[in-house]
């Protein structure tokens, strides 16, 4: 094969290994060089398993070349935020309270990958317990943007994103409790994937908010996430919370091309009216693109989003001071300035503050598809601009960093809350070479769908192709 192995998208590089074309150990060769050039550049790493990955891949190419078929991903090395617990190994969440913490249990999510023959090379930055937007950590160093390092990759999955991002593994697992996989995929150039809440299990990953996790992946391409997402959906009896509707075919739904006739919303009001001039040009191409395959592209006027984001706020503040509540009065010099605060900020709200929260949801729910207005799905931007610099957000302990961090989730917080699917399709570059996205919501289960429009638009504006240097 002439070109890098590790360039290829992750559906490609598991039909190589299949093949014959590459062998496994090939494949993880080429992943652990881009490692070995980038991460000085990304942190992206917390902790490298370089030989353990290397053994495994040995072992599923004798496993091929005795006869035994393997899995879809068989030999594919992927990498995961570190707040998947696999039994025996540490997991720090991305915090010094859990620097040496080993696991005792294995997520489903990593059990669900594994089965279908992933190879896995470590544990990726993240932001501390998951309770950032920016990508910092002060515990580990901050993950930076592959295609600009001086740029934030976004977070709280901010060693997912750059990690795929710059071809270092073929796909990451990451969590989105207010845009922790969407807001990193649109800084990074990637597919991010949010399903409904439910339709992953959520078993042995840490919790930041009950009511508002989600688990999901981070690729290149948008058939690379279906196929994932395939792996990973469904009702699991470790996790009470997963759902038990069907899963629905994703790949195929992918690959379908068929979006003649579907309906797209557009709520210009909220969601534009901070968005920068070069992100609202491209956004405007890609409704464009839309248009021509046959899209119908219709106004939206949504419910007030505002609202939709203090109930959030108030749910995650409220859960995460709660899990955290131990810690916080025997340990609290242990966290980050910026996290012991936000965390602290949850201690003071009510019982009375959290049930009104939680008690407005299915209003909020069902007021949000009716003003989709029979439309399949709804198009909005991801960020209000491509990623700004590390150092323009690193603003830890100072007065503006509540602002700054609301600035960041303001376009996605609200679908969580919503626990709708919500999906980031890179729609190209803008000046300076920064990507930007645009995210893609739907009803309830309705991932299929959004599958069936981005894989549309990839095949017509094919970002991916476009690598970091």
């Avoid at 399903?195 to 290149?220: E, F, K, N, Q």
């Amino acid at each position: 094969m002439s070109q890098d192995p590790a360039l290829l998208g992750l559906v490609e590089a598991a039909r190589a290994v299949a093949q014959g074309k590459l062998t496994a150990q090939a494949l993880t060769e080429a992943c652990l060089a881009r490692v070995e050039a980038w991460q000085p550049r990304l942190n992206a790493f917390i902790r490298l398993e370089a030989e353990a990955a290397i053994k495994a891949a040995k072992a599923a190419d004798r496993a091929r070349k005795r006869g035994v078929k393997g899995g879809p991903l068989a030999g594919v090395p992927l990498a995961h935020k570190d707040m998947y617990y696999r039994a025996g190994r540490e997991t720090s969440c991305g915090s010094a309270i859990r620097r040496h913490w080993k696991a005792t249990e294995t997520a489903t999510a990593l059990q669900r990958l594994d089965a279908a023959g992933a190879l896995d090379l470590g544990r990726l930055n993240m932001a501390e317990f998951a309770f950032g937007p920016t990508g910092h950590n002060y515990h580990y160093g901050h993950a930076r943007n592959p295609w600009n390092t001086d740029r934030i990759t976004g977070g709280s999955s901010s060693g997912s994103a750059a990690a795929v991002a710059a071809r270092l593994v073929f796909g990451a697992l990451g969590s989105d409790t207010g845009g922790s996989i969407r807001q990193p995929a649109h800084f990074c150039g990637l597919v991010g994937m949010k399903p409904t809440w439910g339709r992953v299990s959520r078993a042995a990953c840490m919790p930041l908010s009950y009511s508002l996790d989600t688990v999901g992946p981070l690729t290149r391409r948008v058939e690379d996430s279906a196929l994932l997402l395939n792996l990973l959906a469904g009702a699991d009896p470790r996790d009470p919370t997963a759902s038990m509707a069907p899963v629905e075919d994703y790949l195929r739904a992918a690959r379908s091309g068929a979006v003649r006739g579907l309906k797209l919303a557009v709520p210009r009001r909220y969601f534009w009216d901070k968005l920068n001039k070069p992100s609202a040009a491209l956004l405007e191409q890609a409704l464009g693109v839309f248009a021509k395959f046959g899209v119908r592209i219709i106004e939206m006027t949504p419910p007030d989003m505002d609202a939709i984001t203090a109930a959030a706020n108030v749910i995650v503040s409220a859960e995460a001071a709660a899990l955290h509540g131990n810690w916080l009065r025997t340990r609290p010099n242990l966290y980050s300035d910026q996290v012991r605060a936000r965390l602290e900020n949850g201690l003071a709200l009510s019982a009375i503050d959290y049930i009104d929260a939680q008690r407005w949801r299915s209003d909020a729910i069902t007021g949000f598809l009716k003003a989709m207005n029979g439309a399949d799905a709804v198009f909005a931007p991801v960020g209000d601009r491509p990623a700004p610099t590390i150092e323009e957000t690193d603003v830890a302990g100072r007065p503006e960093a509540g602002k700054t961090i609301a600035a960041l989730t303001r376009l996605t917080r609200p679908i969580n809350y919503l626990g709708l699917p919500a999906m980031t399709v890179p729609a190209g570059f803008v000046r300076g070479g920064l990507p930007v996205g645009f995210q893609l919501i739907g009803r309830p289960f309705g991932e299929a769908l959004l599958y069936r429009l981005a894989g549309a638009f990839e095949m017509k504006v094919p970002a991916h192709e476009r690598v970091p240097v």
